[in-house]
């Protein structure tokens, strides 16, 4: 079974990967067109209604993730009617959900020209936009939410085939209709609602396939609430996660549009754009090893619990630290030679970005297991968490501007996520005590720290000069990643941390 685990999360993220990278490369290029085309105020306005939907969203409660973590136990012991009694209750709640958001965005429609009002487009721009969002976000409610089987089960890379497939074949078209067509603007919305429904409906298609038996149970939502009563406290439970997620990720962008204007928005948009591809490719790489870990927890064995995650946990330090390092100092060169030395921000900006990218991604070797437990009682955390979040961004943007929200962002990270999250997983999860984490981490740190003193020292007495070309761009972030990459490891595997038991594995 652990074999089988392993096979299956390689073979995910071996998919995942190649399609990360053809969508990042189409992506990068994408964005690049929008900016000739249409101008950096239409991209600001689209990652604000963005940002909009992202809050309306908030109606969906976390019930997908408390469906996947219901879904383990009956996927694993081939359950056929639990699968199908959990999906449809999951169906149920997000028709409900989806009713909900439709009417809040009615609701908001009309306080659009208040909220837009420093834009110098026309208004019917922010409503088109964030009608195209809208309309490509319910598709998930009612169309394609079966697809969280496919992921429980370890199954994400035929996601991947069915819809980030149609992904990709978008950005295309939008790359065509903005560079040749007339009215580029109203082009670029209708591909994005035309693609969206093909990819909805493929990868409803491809959900069918793999799992024939997935029906209707026939129950009433009442029923299935009075047989799975914990499934309505983990969805209040989870909530309060989704809203402390929400505001990591979306509040930045209001409130730099609320201090500012969406010329900024785009700015920072553009550096979001690489912060989240890096995301991604960490995403893609550690997805379906979630379902692992959930897999693995559902069978109970302690002792191989805590090593799989000393083994996950220094593997994300790694990546962590390497993906960091790589970001910090050659985003300032790909920004220049991608769209222009005039988007450049300040390098104190992009150092508290790679901070909070740090956090971000390190945070999922704690997260997956927390999650795998099914530990989301810890509702106040959320809360802490964003009042801080919001708090601290307002009071230090007001004072400092975009450090000063970064600031305010990286401080509440600190706080939940590095302090109370670890706290929280080794006593009630694990059950072993938490200076086993703090050994652990201070050990890792030490060497990460130790291994970027190194490298920047090395690089500093190497001639790289990079002149204004892709191909010296690459050979540059080869070099300098591969010896902090061989450094970090290095040292890692000397102190005998969790990565050392992670190469053995993965190699047998």
């Not at 208004?123 to 969002?133: I, K, M, R």
């Not at 920072?268 to 790489?285: F, K, P, R």
């Not at 962002?409 to 080794?426: A, D, G, Q, R, T």
Request: some cysteine; glycine content about 6%; aromatic content about 16%.
């Amino acid at each position: 079974m652990a074999n089988s685990r392993t096979a299956k999360s390689i073979k995910n993220s071996f998919v995942s990967l190649s399609f990360y990278f053809v969508n990042l490369v189409v992506s990068f290029i994408s964005r690049k067109i929008f900016l000739d085309y249409l101008g950096a105020e239409i991209l600001g306005l689209n990652t604000t209604a963005q940002s909009i939907l992202q809050f309306l969203n908030l109606a969906e409660l976390g019930i997908g993730s408390a469906v996947g973590y219901f879904l383990y136990k009956p996927l694993r012991e081939n359950d056929i009617d639990s699968i199908n009694e959990i999906v449809t209750l999951q169906g149920i709640l997000y028709k409900r959900i989806a009713s909900i958001i439709i009417i809040c965005s009615i609701v908001i429609l009309p306080f659009f020209p208040v909220f837009f009002k420093k834009i110098d487009l026309p208004l019917w721009y922010a409503y088109a936009s964030f009608g195209a969002f809208l309309f490509s976000s319910l598709l998930g409610y009612f169309v394609n939410y079966r697809q969280i089987v496919l992921t429980a089960n370890q199954q994400n890379y035929k996601v991947q085939y069915s819809y980030q497939s149609i992904t990709v074949l978008r950005y295309l078209a939008q790359i065509y209709v903005v560079s040749q067509l007339e009215h580029p603007f109203i082009w670029w919305l209708i591909v994005l609602i035309v693609f969206s429904l093909i990819g909805s409906w493929s990868l409803h298609l491809m959900t069918k396939k793999t799992f024939p038996f997935l029906k209707h149970s026939g129950h009433t939502y009442k029923d299935l609430k009075l047989k799975y009563p914990d499934f309505s406290t983990k969805i209040k439970q989870l909530f309060f996660h989704k809203i402390g997620g929400f505001v990591l990720t979306q509040s930045s962008t209001l409130i730099i549009y609320a201090y500012a204007n969406l010329t900024l928005v785009a700015y920072y948009g553009n550096y979001m754009m690489i912060i989240t591809g890096v995301s991604l490719l960490i995403s893609a790489l550690f997805n379906s090893v979630d379902a692992g870990i959930g897999n693995l927890v559902a069978e109970g064995n302690r002792s191989k619990i805590q090593t799989v995650f000393k083994e996950m946990f220094s593997l994300r330090f790694a990546i962590s630290m390497i993906v960091c390092f790589g970001v910090y100092y050659l985003t300032p060169l790909f920004i220049q030679l991608w769209i222009g030395e005039e988007y450049l921000l300040p390098s104190s900006t992009l150092a508290l970005m790679t901070a909070i990218l740090y956090i971000g991604i390190f945070r999922y070797a704690v997260d997956s297991f927390i999650s795998a437990f099914g530990l989301f009682s810890d509702v106040g955390s959320p809360i802490i968490e964003a009042t801080l979040n919001i708090g601290l961004s307002i009071l230090l943007g007001y004072y400092y501007g975009l450090n000063g929200i970064l600031t305010g962002v990286l401080f509440s990270l600190i706080i939940v996520i590095c302090c109370w999250k670890p706290y929280f997983l080794f006593c009630r999860g694990l059950h072993v005590s938490i200076i086993n984490f703090i050994r652990l981490y201070l050990k890792d740190i030490i060497v990460g720290i130790c291994a970027w003193v190194m490298t920047v020292w090395l690089i500093n007495h190497i001639s790289l000069t990079i002149h204004n070309s892709v191909i010296h761009f690459i050979v540059k972030a080869i070099i300098i990643e591969l010896i902090f990459s061989i450094i970090l490891c290095s040292g890692l595997i000397l102190t005998k941390s969790g990565l050392e038991l992670f190469i053995k594995r993965f190699i047998r």
